[in-house]
């Protein structure tokens, strides 16, 4: 086992989530899965439901900590338990069984917010395409994009010549998955 | 593109939230009088929003490793902490160990019937199991708010669920679960050809292998489907694993053929030990 998650900062802990890093993730699962698992057992969940709301509640974490101005006011876990209450409190709802549990959710920290976005059908089909444009393309988009990496810092991490290259290809890739697209349009 | 690339660099910016106000009021003037630049506008917005769909399934993909990993004995030792005890649980590591014994007894009586069978020559379930990877999930989004979305209009809000459901258990790679509950609510529709696809996946996983082919024929049989060359791949493989060798072969051949088949390499090969 690595090392423990309260000897972490709570900074270094969100761009450990941000990089997908493995030293930050299994701490992080070993000391907040079990709070979760317990709360969603006590209130009418299921093993699934424990592990399907805790992955959820890190995932918005995950998209949480590529926001450049998101800052967490609270605890790592207090953060985890709170997205988690809310999740669950929602599913609940839908449910219609949420008696229980609302008694017993707090004030939420101010930053819990679940981002509902709309998924697209462009969206749905470019998410696809992505893994049909070559790997080089998808790791310079999903750099500049996802991760808003400078061009200076990609050139850097995927060893290429420079930052005008790097935005010369990316012009390309998206040419590339602009075809794609229509082309898929065109399938039907 | 027609547009030029200090365009799209500006598109960039102002999407990504680094252009300056002037550049932003410079963009939001064209995007009323500009329908092109108002497309690419919509464009690299949706590329953006993909991109992070897509690192969210990377993400997942992670979690669900650690979930395998550490969820069983981290639920176990909440239980006991709970005070609920081992004998509440589902999953009872006596049976799950008198199980495993059990499992392992049928493997090795596999294996070894299995060495024999290619002892004569029979190395079309050898090469299934040298070949077969379950296919990564390219069609559900894990729906944020859970609407039902475009495209998944002949379920309802409650089966949409469970197909969401079953792909968690798809990606987690607990095929069985996954195929009871693809069964229980996808209807043999052209509406459901890809998720159909997935479902024989499931099945070739859990030695339903018939089944596999009857439902992938019926998916190739549809004009266009979603996902048709990854049906063809492993209907191909089905046919490997069933000892229908000469059927395989043929369908291994014809993607062999095809230049921009994703599993052009890997027919070639096979179709080569074969021969």
Redesign the interface.
């Known amino acids: 086992m690595g090392e423990s998650i309260q000897n972490i900062s709570k900074k270094e802990i969100i761009q450990g989530i941000r990089d997908s890093r493995k030293d930050i993730l299994e701490p992080l699962y070993r000391k907040y899965y079990p709070m979760i698992y317990k709360m969603i057992i006590a209130n009418k969940g299921n093993q699934e439901d424990a592990r399907d709301i805790f992955q959820d509640a890190m995932t918005v974490l995950y998209r949480k900590s590529h926001q450049s101005d998101f800052q967490l006011t609270s605890g790592v876990g207090t953060y985890l338990y709170a997205v988690c209450q809310r999740l669950w409190l929602n599913k609940l709802n839908r449910q219609k069984n949420r008696e229980q549990l609302e008694q017993q959710v707090p004030d939420q920290p101010e930053e819990v917010d679940l981002m509902d976005e709309e998924n697209t059908h462009q969206q749905h089909i470019l998410r696809h395409l992505l893994n049909k444009i070559g790997k080089s393309c998808r790791n310079i988009l999903m750099k500049k994009y996802f991760e808003q990496r400078r061009d200076k810092e990609i050139a850097q991490e995927l060893n290429l010549s420079g930052p005008s290259y790097v935005k010369t290809q990316r012009y390309r890739c998206l040419r590339q998955l602009k075809n794609l697209y229509a082309q898929m349009l065109e399938k039907g | 593109?027609s547009l030029e690339?200090k365009d799209?660099?500006l598109i960039?910016r102002y999407l990504?939230?680094e252009a300056t106000s002037e550049e932003k009021n410079a963009v939001e003037q064209r995007l009323k009088r500009d329908q092109e630049f108002a497309e690419e506008v919509?464009?690299?917005r949706?590329?953006?929003?993909?991109?992070?769909?897509?690192?969210?399934?990377?993400?997942?993909d992670?979690?669900?490793e650690?979930?395998g990993s550490?969820?069983d004995k981290?639920?176990k030792?909440?239980d006991t902490?709970?005070g609920?005890g081992v004998e509440t649980r589902?999953t009872v590591p006596f049976f799950r160990r008198k199980w495993f014994y059990y499992a392992a007894t049928i493997a090795a009586v596999v294996a070894i019937g299995t060495f024999f069978m290619l002892q004569q020559g029979r190395q079309g379930p050898r090469l299934f199991g040298k070949y077969f990877t379950a296919y990564?999930n390219?069609?559900i989004?894990?729906?944020?708010?859970?609407q039902v979305?475009?495209?998944y209009d002949q379920f309802t809000q409650q089966e949409y669920n469970l197909i969401v459901?079953a792909m968690?258990y798809y990606e987690r790679k607990n095929f069985e679960k996954a195929r009871e509950l693809f069964e229980a609510n996808i209807r043999k529709i052209p509406e459901n050809a890809g998720l159909m696809v997935y479902l024989s996946i499931c099945q070739m996983q859990t030695d339903k292998h018939q089944a596999a082919i009857q439902n992938l024929e019926y998916v190739l049989g549809l004009s266009?489907p979603p996902l048709e060359k990854q049906a063809q791949w492993y209907l191909a493989l089905a046919h490997l694993k069933n000892n229908q060798t000469a059927k395989a072969v043929e369908l291994l051949q014809a993607i062999a053929q095809q230049p921009q088949h994703p599993f052009r390499d890997q027919a070639q090969k096979i179709v080569q030990k074969i021969k």
């Open positions: 593109m690339d799209i660099e960039e990504l939230g919509d464009f690299v949706s590329v953006i929003l993909a991109t992070r769909e897509k690192g969210e399934e990377i993400f997942r992670k979690l669900n650690l979930e550490l969820a981290l639920e030792q909440a902490e709970m609920k589902k990564p390219e069609i989004t894990y729906a944020r708010g859970d979305p475009e495209g459901r968690k266009n």
